[in-house]
């Protein structure tokens, strides 16, 4: 009697049946359903994959690059010392042979003469300076002292002189749309004089490449430069349009000479699976144009798909979402400039 009242239903997945009450053309078996959920599941775990190896080719990248600009800054350092050393030991250094009427000669002066240990010793104590003085005849003493005045002002080499300038650190700026705002202190604090971040509240690419002129400077020598830019443009803008106002971002960033790297759009909530599509395709168009032109690309992977990171309007930050975002900043500035 029960096989009589129900109806045999077949599965849309695997095409069992089984009897149910009512006829179901949407059936869909209990195995089914978990080898959809483990599919799903499976899928993610390989995007999680690409991601962490995209990230570890960026860092490496990054690592590989920032060797580079070291080797080359300590070889230019020390052709630049040495030509002070050379510059100043030809013109610096003068020895006062006599009192009388003749002209006094430039002659290079080794670094054995340069032994001052005994005079300073003498000079911190009254009675022994005294003594000093009484011992040596008037011509030696108007002969030595000029040249301790040289040595004092003059002597490069012995690391004393006081007229060094000191070296110039690289200029950082990191500009980008409202997500910035908040992230100035983790970022600035290090070096507030020569680092600087200039948010621009519903920027797109195009108001970046806009405003660079006015925040790279004539005088910055090789300075690092961080975008965030493009979760904006992907609201309405298709994939050609925001590929074609990155390239010509770039064509303007070339002309500063600076070291840039470009950080990836994070992930939106709740504006549809449109838009969710454009960003991973605009991200994975970035990763390939920054290695291709010579630019860093930053990688934030699934981060911020985490709960409780993105905000209630789905494209800010939460405090803590806010956090983690400045703190990677903050850390890829540091390591960049390491």
Known sequence: ?????????????????????????DFVCTKCKLISILEEKIQGLEKRVSTLRSI??????LDRRQDRLQRAQCSEDSEQAMQRGQKASEDNWRHVTSRRGKSMRQVHVPEMHIQMSNRFHVLSTG????????????????????????HEMHSP?????????????????????????????????????????????GARIHDVTE??????????????????????????????RITADYVALGRRIKEFEAQ???????????????????????????????????????????????????????LHLTKRGKSIFASRLANLVRRALN
């Open 260 to 314: 840039v790297v470009f950080s990836s759009i994070l992930p939106v909530a709740g504006k549809g699976r449109g838009r969710d599509r454009r960003i991973v395709e605009v991200n994975e168009w970035l990763r390939r144009w920054c290695r291709r032109e010579g630019f860093g690309f930053f990688d934030h992977g699934m981060v911020f798909q985490e709960e409780g990171v993105l905000g209630r309007d789905g």
């Open 127 to 150: 009675t022994s300076a005294e003594s000093g003085v009484n011992d040596t005849s008037e011509g030696t003493e108007q002969k030595e002292t000029p040249l301790i005045g040289r």
């Open 1 to 25: 009697m029960d096989a009589e009242r129900s109806a045999v239903v077949t599965c849309t997945g695997c095409a069992m049946f089984v009897f149910l009450p009512q006829d179901r053309s």
């Open 157 to 201: 080499r012995d690391g004393g002189s006081t007229t060094t300038t000191p070296k110039r650190r690289r200029r950082v700026v990191v500009v980008g749309y409202s997500l910035l705002r908040g992230t100035e202190s983790s970022i600035c604090r290090p070096d507030r004089e020569n680092r600087e971040v200039c948010c621009l509240p």
């Open 56 to 61: 570890k080719e960026n860092e490496e990248f």
């Open 211 to 240: 405003r660079l002129p006015r925040l790279i400077k004539p005088s910055d020598r090789y300075p690092f430069l961080l975008l965030h830019v493009g979760t904006n443009d992907t609201a309405k803008n298709d994939l050609e």
